[in-house]
């Protein structure tokens, strides 16, 4: 996929505040500091549209962008951070779940875990809740560059063990490792629906 252009659309704290319009959107999801941020941003060779950052949390909103005039990437707020307040934890994951649930435009659910670690429970439980609902997803493994190419080997293994029956795509956005792959999921995506 060539990106032309990439932009900023918003940051919506509230449903009401969604994009209009029919435009497809593939959600990313994954644990506070997994690297959603860095995965949007690697994906389409811009450093800083999404925000990145060493404090997990960063990514409060869910935060939209569209591509090519065409479809959008929406950045969901990490889950399973510790340290969030009881209350705002509680109103990111309805957010989220809110989002997952009930957006018409969503297409394709990219699953982001850290390579290095076994998928936590929560992990796991957002996995289950996606091929519940019958959500068409992808999982990306990423930090892929920490690993040596044994261990990475083993690590997909495990991770595979754990979420069978998905396609799981190991992915550096460090060394952009694994951008061909997703891109080529993703165009997937956006050309079955084009018909
Ligand atoms: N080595 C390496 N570091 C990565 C990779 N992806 C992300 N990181 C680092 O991991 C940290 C978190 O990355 P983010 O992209 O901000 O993570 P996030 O999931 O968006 O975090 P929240 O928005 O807080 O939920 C940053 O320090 C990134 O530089 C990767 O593929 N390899
Ligand atoms: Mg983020």
């Known amino acids: 996929m060539k990106v032309n252009t990439a932009d900023f659309v918003k940051s919506a704290f509230e449903e009401r505040h969604w994009p209009r319009g029919s435009r497809p959107e593939i959600a990313f999801l ?4 997994v690297g959603k941020s860095s995965l949007i941003n690697s994906l389409l060779g811009r450093k800083k549209l999404a925000r990145t950052s060493n404090t997990p949390g960063r990514t409060q909103s869910i935060n939209f962008f569209l591509i090519n ?14 340290k969030v307040p009881k209350k705002i934890k509680a109103g990111w994951g309805k957010m ?16 982001i ?27 990306v493994a990423t930090k892929a560059d920490k690993l040596s190419n044994n261990k990475l080997r083993n690590s997909l293994k ?32 956006l050309n079955s629906r084009n018909g």
Request: aromatic fraction near 10%; include cysteine; charged fraction near 25%.
């Open 30 to 33: 994954g644990r506070s500091n």
């Open 96 to 111: 989220a779940e809110d989002y997952l649930a009930n957006r018409r435009q969503l297409v394709l659910s990219i699953q």
């Open 69 to 82: 005039e065409a479809f959008c990437f929406v950045d969901l707020p990490g889950y399973g951070y510790a």
């Open 158 to 189: 495990i991770v595979a063990e754990c979420m069978p029956g998905s396609t799981i795509l190991p992915y550096s956005s460090v060394t952009g490792k694994g951008k061909e792959e997703v891109w080529h999921e993703i165009g997937n995506v």
């Open 113 to 139: 875990v850290d390579v290095r670690h076994r998928p936590s429970i929560l992990d796991l439980e957002l996995y289950d809740w996606l091929s519940y609902h019958h959500k068409k997803s992808l999982v």
